[in-house]
């Protein structure tokens, strides 16, 4: 079977999943011609218009483009499809990753009857302290690969914290058992923040969310967007919440929202979800790439990539600090990520004063060995 005929069959088969008119092959290709000779960090990515009038015309028919819309609903069941999510789990949408992540909160709190203490990874992204978790939280200091140390969260007490909040940086690959473990041996709630982490397989269970976003800053997104695995007794619930929880008791109120995702957002993510099999493997290419010119660098690299998720970035490890300012302007953006969530996590700073982002969408095919060798050999001369 030719490559373009699996493309084809894929984007039926998540049409089908979604419940959605099929999208005609000639459509699929998403190359488009980039704005300017620079590359930006995040993949110059642009909508299938046509598409997008097609997957709203359910809307138009039902006279309903928000409010768990047609299109929301659909993308719900194509991500549990990819995901291959089990039967006894739902994947119900939200307008950010942030939005999905206070809902996981607010569930939690809901079981609870009370508003949760979370120890949250120290290297991780900054919503994990804002909203239910703002004053609420414990910064618990990453382990060298930039996970949660369980070590230094064993040594706290456990009536400390209520439930623990651990961040997957960058989508990279980690066993979640050992902190399922940890949580159930303890009776405490586990939520994993895998933003950056898709379209692999979920991390559910009856204690256990998972969130992932579809910010355009992700592979997988565009504009915004996010979502929740939640057990099936859960997802109204979990609706309630994204949706200013009326009647919520006052525990679970921190977490409340509007945080509905709009169905002509949903379209822009189902045309991005649809055309996976035409750029996902320009970015694994890249990334590929780019890992190996890091490793003959001599520089390090922030844990490993399987081949199932989608990289964003590969984040490369100087020897010592070395600040974005530092580096030439060889014709693509770098980003540098997470500054460190406590003044007191030593690894989680260590690893963000030395950690480059380097992009690997498909993009940066049109950036050459060369001018990658050049970024990287500033990286070990200066740090």
Partial sequence: MSPSSVEADRCLELALAGGLPPRPYAEMDSVHPLSSG?????????????????????????????????????????????????????????????????????????????????????????????????????????????????????????????????????????????????????????????????????????????????????????GEGGCLFVPAADEALARSILSFGDDAPAWVLPSVSNGKLSDLAAAAIIDRLETMPTWSPRYHAQRRRICELVERSGLGRLGAYDDVNIAASVPVLAHGPIALEDLPDVGFDCGKYYAPLSASARMAGSIHNRIINIPCHGDMAHISDAQIEALLERMAHDS
């Fill in 38 to 222: 620079r590359i930006r960090y995040v993949e110059a990515k642009a909508p299938n218009w046509q598409r997008l009038m097609e997957l709203s015309g359910l809307c138009l028919e039902q006279s309903q483009w928000t409010n768990s819309g047609p299109l929301s609903l659909a993308l719900g069941r194509i991500i549990s499809h990819v995901s291959h999510l089990p039967d006894q789990y739902r994947t119900v949408m939200a307008s950010s990753g942030t939005a999905a992540l206070y809902a996981a909160a607010g569930i939690f709190a809901a079981r609870a009857g009370k508003q949760l203490r979370w120890a949250v990874s120290a290297f991780g992204f900054s919503a994990t302290r804002t909203g239910p978790f703002g004053r609420m939280t414990v910064e618990v200091d990453s382990d060298e690969h930039g996970f949660l140390d369980l070590s230094a969260l064993g040594e706290m007490a456990d009536n400390e914290w209520d439930g623990l909040l651990v961040t997957r940086p960058f989508g990279l690959e980690r066993n979640m058992s050992a902190y399922r473990q940890f949580c159930s041996e303890r009776g405490k709630p586990l939520i994993v923040d895998a933003a950056l982490a898709f379209p692999g397989l979920r991390t559910v269970g009856q204690d256990v969310i998972e969130i992932v976003s579809f910010h355009h800053t992700k592979p997988w997104g565009f």
